[in-house]
Structure formats: structure tokens, C-alpha cells
């Protein structure tokens, strides 16, 4: 289930008036609106509480040490420092206020395309609550209701919430996914391509450290299956830096890109490769190194050649021109694969592209139904990470 979907909705301005709605379901209050289908104050809570402990848990000991603070807590009194006047208490809950806008439209879209969730998906969800009360509360339904009461909903609610998630998913395969009605064309593919994807070739140079070479040349592996690295001196860096520098004046002299490749290059695993592509998103461009090399490769022209320094490696980069269904060629599969966190594996590159598509649909769906979106700005934004508890377990 997806805990957490992120879309830059519109604020739909026109619409932002304060209202009084009734309540639903037992989900308290109303605050948002669209065609009878409704988002409440405790689902608000509830998706807040969800976020917090997301943000606790990845950033909350280094955003103390950043501002000196003696908890997260107040961390969200605090103001941007982007100079615009509002805490990131604000800034952060109005995320979560987007993304509650999104579920409203999937969900309004989700009844007007007449779908229901297989009977399985009930069942299975129905086993996850059952699951989770019988270990935390033993089985207790009161008590359950008890710990579910410090995020706003109760047993029957967060069962509710769990099936909101299953009938987003649900929906963006319906319209995206392998039999989609709308599907991933291969217009949407080279959309995509063009507008994210960058292609290049490298030489590239060790400092500081180096891979650990065996008899015949091989990187040396550790028990894991990782490269084995060496500390470089001083001089070996300095004579790295130089010969970087030699490698790229003979580029910008007019020698060819790949006879200076094979004279300077000292990172034969990318030999494989006659290029390279590189997406912010893709599997080969997660690491901070490739994220540097993609940002000032954006910024370059066509043919140009460029020297970037990253933490451990000198790489003159010569920026290469795209090549059409590029995504379409065996060859380049590595290049066209996407880390799933869900799975902890790689979804392909038409896999990866159905969210993207299904989120820009609904961006467009909140815009052609904006006059119609009723939201309590006032019942709102009283709900907001600051005032929430933090929610690890569900």
C-alpha cells in the first residue's frame, strides 16, 4: 500500500472558502469535498501522524544537530528560511493537505468509473487488522481502539483508511497499469525520456582512494561482494589532478574522445557501456556522485566536455546527444530501472512510469474539477504536525 502520495496539486484558490460540512462515517468532521465523496478531519490526522513518523525516523536526529534542538517537536516552530514568514509546521502540513486533495479525486474517480475492490483485497486487509490488534493489543478490540484513539481513528476507521490506499492503487492500475484503459504509450515513454534523461561518456580518475587491484588487474572483492578500497597519498591524488587536466586539454586539442579514453581512464567497469544515461530517478543515478555529474550535465550543451569532481573521482564528462528508444534497446536495460522500495526491487521502465502518468492525470483531474472541490480551510488547519502524534506503527 502506498502510504504517502506526493503530487504538486493546485491550490485551488478559488475554492479555499470556509465551509461547515457535516460529518461522515464516523470519521468526524468534513473538510474537504468533491461530488459526495469526502476526506475528514480524522483522515487528515491520521495521514499527518504517518508522515511525522516518516520524518522522524529518516531525518529527525540530524535535523536536531543541524538547529541545535533539544527534540523534533521544536523543530516545526521554526521559521523557513526561505524568508516567506511561515514555520515549517506550515510549509510540511500544507504537503500533506496537497496530497489529501489527490486522494479525493482518486477516490471521486474511483466511484465514477464504477469500480470496487476485489473481495480478496477486502480480506487481505481485513487479516492485517486482525493481525495488527491481535499483536499489539491481544486481540483486544477496546484496547486496540485505545492506541488507535492517539491518531484519530479507531479499529473499523483505520480498516477504512487501509482500503482508501488499496483503492488508489487500484485505480492508477486501472487506468496505467499492463491492461490499463490508458496505459503506457510509447509517446508517454519518450515524453518522459526526453524531458528527465541525460546521455554521456566519461574518463575518469581516482583520488583519495582507489580500488584494491589484484595480480592480474581485477578489483579486489571483500566478503560481501563489494570493491575492496585503498587509501591514496598525497602525491597519488596530485597526480591524478594532473593528469585530468593533461586528458582534457588533449580533448579540447582535438583528439578524439575515445583514444584519450583508453590512455586516461582508470574505471574499466563502465567499459561495458559505449554511453551512459542517467536519470534523477533511474537505478544508476541514486547515489550523490551520478546525481552531481546528472545536475551539471543538464546545464551543458550538446558535445560539450566538462570536469567534475566528486568525493573520490575526477570525471571529464562529454555530454552526448539522446538517442531516440534508447529505453527500447536491450543493451541499455541498467540504465531504464527503477529501485522499488515496496518490493526492494526494479520495476522497468514502463513499470516505473505509471505512477508519474497517474499522478499528472489526477493533477489534471483536481484542475477540470476545481470549481466544483469544496474545502474548510479553518477545520483544516487545525490539524497539523506539530499538534499530532507520531504514527510508526500504522
Known sequence: MKKIIRIA?????????????????????????????????????????????????????????QYDLDNIEQFWHIEDESGSGKTYDEIMSEFIYENAETYLCALYLFDQYGLSLPKE?????????????????SG???????????????????????????????????????????????????????????????IC?????????????????????????????????????????EALMKIKSGAEFPSVHNEYDQNKTDNIYASIYISRDSA?????????????LQDMKVGEVRLIETENNLHIVEKLELVEGAYDDSANVDFFSFYD???EGLLTFEGYLVEPLFLEYIAESLEKFSADIKIDRDALEKKKLSNVKANFNY
Open 9 to 65: 496539486a493546485c491550490l485551488l484558490a478559488a475554492v479555499m472558502m470556509t465551509l461547515s460540512f457535516a460529518s461522515c462515517g464516523g470519521m468526524g468532521n468534513t473538510v474537504m469535498e468533491l461530488g459526495g465523496t469526502v476526506i475528514t478531519e480524522n483522515m487528515i490526522e491520521f495521514w499527518l501522524s504517518r508522515y511525522k513518523a516518516q520524518f522522524v525516523y529518516y531525518y529527525g536526529d540530524i535535523i536536531c544537530q
Open 121 to 137: 483485497t477486502e480480506d487481505e486487509i481485513d487479516a492485517i487488522i486482525d493481525d495488527l490488534c491481535e499483536k499489539n493489543a
Open 140 to 202: 483486544s478490540k477496546s484496547e486496540f481502539n485505545a492506541m488507535l484513539e492517539s491518531y484519530g481513528i479507531n479499529r473499523k476507521q483505520l480498516r477504512e483508511l487501509y482500503l482508501i490506499d488499496e483503492k488508489v492503487d487500484y485505480l492508477q492500475d486501472y487506468l496505467f497499469g499492463p491492461n490499463g484503459t490508458l496505459g503506457v504509450t510509447k509517446v508517454d515513454k519518450e515524453e518522459y525520456y526526453q524531458k528527465n534523461y541525460v546521455r554521456m561518456r566519461q
Open 205 to 245: 580518475l581516482f583520488i583519495n582512494e582507489r580500488p584494491e587491484f589484484d595480480s592480474n588487474g581485477d578489483p579486489v572483492l571483500d566478503s560481501k561482494g563489494n570493491v575492496k578500497y585503498v587509501d591514496m597519498t598525497a602525491s597519488e591524488t596530485q597526480q591524478a589532478r594532473e593528469r585530468a587536466d
Open 284 to 296: 544508476m543515478g541514486s547515489d550523490p556522485a551520478l546525481e552531481k555529474i546528472y545536475t551539471e
Open 341 to 343: 522500495p515496496e518490493t
